[in-house]
Structures are given as structure tokens and as C-alpha cells.
T-cell receptor, first 111, second 113 residues
Framework: EDQVTQSPEALRLQEGESSSLNCSYTVSGLRGLFWYRQDPGKGPEFLFT???AGEEKEKERLKATLTKKESFLHITAPKPEDSATYLC????????????FGKGTSLLVTP | NAGVTQTPKFQVLKTGQSMTLQCAQDMNHNSMYWYRQDPGMGLRLIYYSASEGTTDKGEVPNGYNVSRLNKREFSLRLESAAPSQTSVYFC????????????FGPGTRLTVL
């Protein structure tokens, strides 16, 4: 059975304090690993898709990396506007392109 | 270009009542999805439609039905609502090709009393 585990559940950072969020997964044939950002009361907003181990993608202060067992979302010098819940999801080869989500990491960045 | 839209935004039902959640996308996507999000559970797939005219069950389909009305619209129906269906419901549509990302709507917050 496919599983996605995100850690930590919650993270509090000071503005400028870099850190990483973890997403470990088990899946029978990975088609893709996805990162989303979700603000309170809103739908998930797409950030990245990673397809193979060793792949990296960047967007502003965010960088996502992928290994065969886990993905990291690195946040460099975060700002308060980066506060949100970050969701990781895997897409299996035989899933009909559906996503299997982790429970998310709630990030709070304080000034 | 509105992306994915959902109606209503909020709804309160009594146990046993029925309702339909509406979803529409204007991105010409073939595939559409319904998820529910509960505290501590993450997003879980209810039903999906890979293309117009097809629908398939996801992880938690019991108590729901869906209709892919046309390429743009994918509705979710609760025939006899139960308190366990209190949740936030999200519709998504998916690009095809290399990028493959799903775009989500703003959600419908449903409370069943």
C-alpha cells in the first residue's frame, strides 16, 4: 500500500532561519512526487513536480529534491508570507494519475 | 480564465438530506478529481474521471456518486448525508503531458448535523 509521511507536523521558524521539510514515501512505481502549498481556507496551490531520484527544482526561496525514498523541501531565508501548510503527494504508475497525499507540515514564520 | 470553480462555498445539511457539489474548469483538461480533507487525515480521493464519459472510485467512495456532465463539469452528489461526511471538499483538474500537475478549486465546506 502506498504511504506518504511528512515531518515535522508543525514547524516554527524565525524570519531568515532556513530549514527543511521531509516527505518519506513508499509507492509501487513512482510516476511523480508533488509539492503543494495550502493557505487557510483555500485550495492547494501547485509548487513542484519531481519525477526521478536526483532531480531538483527551485522557485524563489523554495527548493525541492528527490531521492528513492524521500523528498525534501528546503526553505532558504523564509519570510512571514511563507507561512502555510506544505503538502506532499505521490502519484503511482497505476493510480489513474490520482494523488496520494501526506498530512502536511504546518509552517509558521515569525518576524 | 477562472481555473477551477466550485459551488457552493459553504453548506449546512441535516442528516438524510441530499445535495450536489458542483465543479467546473475552463482549462480544457481531460481529467478531474474529487477529494475530501479532514483534520489529521490529509486529502483523500473520492472519485475521479480520467476523461469525459468515464468515472472511477478512489479511496473513499462510499456514500457518494459522481457525474461527468461534459468536459468542463464534474459533480459530486451526496444522496443521504451523514455526519461523517462533514468535511472540506476539493475538486481538481489535471493537465496532460509532461507536467501533469493538478489544479485545485477553492473548496466547499460542508457540515452535516
Amino acid at each position: 500500500e502506498d504511504q506518504v509521511t511528512q515531518s515535522p507536523e508543525a514547524l516554527r521558524l524565525q524570519e531568515g532561519e532556513s530549514s527543511s521539510l521531509n516527505c518519506s514515501y513508499t509507492v509501487s512505481g513512482l510516476r511523480g512526487l508533488f509539492w503543494y502549498r495550502q493557505d487557510p481556507g483555500k485550495g492547494p496551490e501547485f509548487l513542484f513536480t519531481l519525477y526521478s531520484a536526483g532531480e531538483e527544482k527551485e522557485k524563489e526561496r523554495l527548493k525541492a529534491t528527490l531521492t528513492k525514498k524521500e523528498s525534501f523541501l528546503h526553505i532558504t531565508a523564509p519570510k512571514p508570507e511563507d507561512s502555510a501548510t506544505y503538502l506532499c503527494a505521490v502519484q503511482a504508475q497505476d493510480s489513474g494519475y490520482a494523488l496520494n497525499f501526506g498530512k502536511g507540515t504546518s509552517l509558521l514564520v515569525t518576524p | 480564465n477562472a481555473g477551477v470553480t466550485q459551488t457552493p462555498k459553504f453548506q449546512v445539511l441535516k442528516t438524510g438530506q441530499s445535495m450536489t457539489l458542483q465543479c467546473a474548469q475552463d482549462m480544457n483538461h481531460n481529467s478531474m478529481y474529487w477529494y475530501r480533507q479532514d483534520p489529521g487525515m490529509g486529502l483523500r480521493l473520492i472519485y475521479y474521471s480520467a476523461s469525459e464519459g468515464t468515472t472511477d472510485k478512489g479511496e473513499v467512495p462510499n456514500g457518494y456518486n459522481v457525474s461527468r456532465l461534459n468536459k468542463r463539469e464534474f459533480s459530486l452528489r451526496l444522496e443521504s448525508a451523514a455526519p461523517s461526511q462533514t468535511s472540506v471538499y476539493f475538486c481538481a483538474s489535471r493537465t496532460s503531458g509532461a507536467y501533469n500537475e493538478q489544479f485545485f478549486g477553492p473548496g466547499t465546506r460542508l457540515t452535516v448535523l
